[in-house]
């Protein structure tokens, strides 16, 4: 991920000098497993534990003449090593994929967890803005037309429960990456104990495969990146909805605009949704490296390599960009301007046709069919209204008295309150409140 969408906690993770940092942490592991069984000289531990990662420039100055990383790696990390005798013991029975699936594991879940912080963030923001505005009236839409009355609160409620059901979906993804393996060549132990990979299970944090063939089968990590699309695209959901809400036809929601912000090199009047429209764009990012990681899934017997180039960008790509999608949703909508009075005067600007339901199901209640009668007076009379502008209420009074039907007057008032198609909600702001 290029540097302008990739914030420093979450670009660490995925850094060279980070990874290189874990696999020293693992190697290390493995070289004392094998020194309190008895494998290897108990002397070695500590001057392998002392030796410092190597740079990222060493280990690829040694890469471009080995052109194998783990190789290039152990052999810059032995450089480091006094005595450098002693790192004749590293990797000891090991071979590359029980070291690289291992650190991978270890920087998913890192990865993870920061995600998940911001996840929590990001639901309680939803929550609390979704609480503040349950009785804020606005015109609920299907298709993009008016329907219904509803409350905005509503509406981000809905998304308060989709993020965090994104990521508890996260939480579980996490479980499916947290798993390692040692278990050398082809995964046969052949040259190396169980009791090693248990060991280092134990120290990382992290669950030993129940079985693997060199390589960890990348179902796990699939399942991981699918979680990540779907957070991204639930980010997006909440970022159309403010993209349809700034438009200059509909005006009730605004971005937040600092101070000094400019909106078009050509218009100064413009207030663009740049924020909205970044994060459609980011969804899209992760959502594309679902099919890629999937496809790392059916190797070539043991193990082939054809999933690594892809998890090098893959990976860190999806983890970086939801992070930056995360942040960039929290300033969304803690800096979202609701326009109240907008959303009012939207919520009658059709005359009343947004009552068209709860007057068809007054009428049959008096006594009407519903196919025959009731709907066809009801749409005759809507349609007046569309097309001539005269208020709804005005063309069902003439459609029912042409029909010999006398409307109960009163009744209507109650029926077209915009307040009593909302009463429902209660239960539901209820379980909103107790969202964590």
């Known amino acids: 991920m290029i540097e302008r969408y990739t914030l420093p906690e979450m670009g660490r993770v995925w850094s060279d000098a980070h ?33 410092p990662p190597p740079t990222p420039e060493a280990v690829h100055a040694i890469e471009a003449v080995t052109q194998h990383d783990v190789i290039a790696f152990l052999s810059a990390w032995a450089d480091n090593t006094d005595p450098r005798e002693a790192a004749r013991y590293v990797h000891f029975g090991m071979t590359s994929s029980d070291l690289l699936d291992t ?34 009236l606005r015109v609920g839409r299907t298709h993009g037309i008016h329907g219904e009355p509803d409350v905005w609160g509503h509406r981000v409620a809905d998304f308060a429960f989709a993020l965090a059901r994104s990521r508890d979906r996260l939480r579980r993804a996490r479980a499916a990456v947290g798993v390692m393996a040692i278990s050398g060549a082809v995964g046969t ?48 959901a909440i970022a159309l909805e403010v993209r ?23 218009m100064p009047h413009k207030k663009n949704p740049i924020i909205s429209e970044r994060l459609a764009g980011m969804a899209r990012i992760v959502r594309a490296q679902i099919v ?16 690594s180039s892809t998890e090098r960008i893959a990976l860190p790509d999806a983890a970086v960009a939801l992070d930056y999608m995360l942040n960039l949703t929290n300033r969304l909508m803690s800096g979202l301007v609701v326009d109240e009075a907008r ?7 059709t005359g009343g046709l947004i009552y068209t339901s709860t007057v068809l199901l007054e009428l049959v209640e008096a006594g009407m069919s519903r196919d025959d009668e009731a709907y066809p007076l009801v749409q ?57």
Request: some cysteine.
């Open 103 to 136: 650190a991978l594991a270890l920087q998913l879940v890192e990865a993870t967890d920061i995600l998940l912080g911001k996840a929590d963030a990001l639901v309680a923001t939803l929550r609390d803005h979704a609480l503040a505005h349950r009785a804020t």
């Open 19 to 51: 990874k290189y940092e874990l696999w020293c942490k693992v190697e290390t592991l493995v070289v004392e497993a094998h020194a309190e069984a008895g494998t290897i000289p108990p002397e070695v531990v500590e001057p392998v534990r002392n030796a």
């Open 244 to 266: 349809h809400g700034q438009r200059t036809e509909v005006r009730e929601l605004w971005e937040p605009f600092g101070k000094g912000q400019k909106g078009s090199s050509a």
């Open 343 to 349: 959303m009012k005067a939207n919520l009658e600007s």
């Open 380 to 436: 005759k009379a809507a349609m007046e209204t569309w097309e001539t502008g005269t208020p709804f209420r005005e063309t069902l009074r003439a459609h029912a008295a042409a029909a010999g039907l006398k409307l109960d007057e009163r009744r209507l008032d109650e029926v077209c309150r915009p307040e009593r198609f909302v009463e429902r909600l209660g239960p539901m702001f209820a379980r909103l409140a107790s969202l964590q």
């Open 189 to 236: 132990y052949s040259n190396i104990d169980p009791a090693v990979e248990l060991h280092v299970a134990r120290k990382l944090g992290l669950e030993a495969a129940d079985v693997s063939t060199q390589v960890v089968m990348r179902d796990g990590i699939s399942e991981w990146v699918s979680a990540l699309a779907i957070m991204a695209t639930v980010c997006e």
């Open 292 to 307: 890629p990681v999937l496809e790392g899934i059916p190797l070539w017997h043991e193990r082939d390599i054809s999933h």
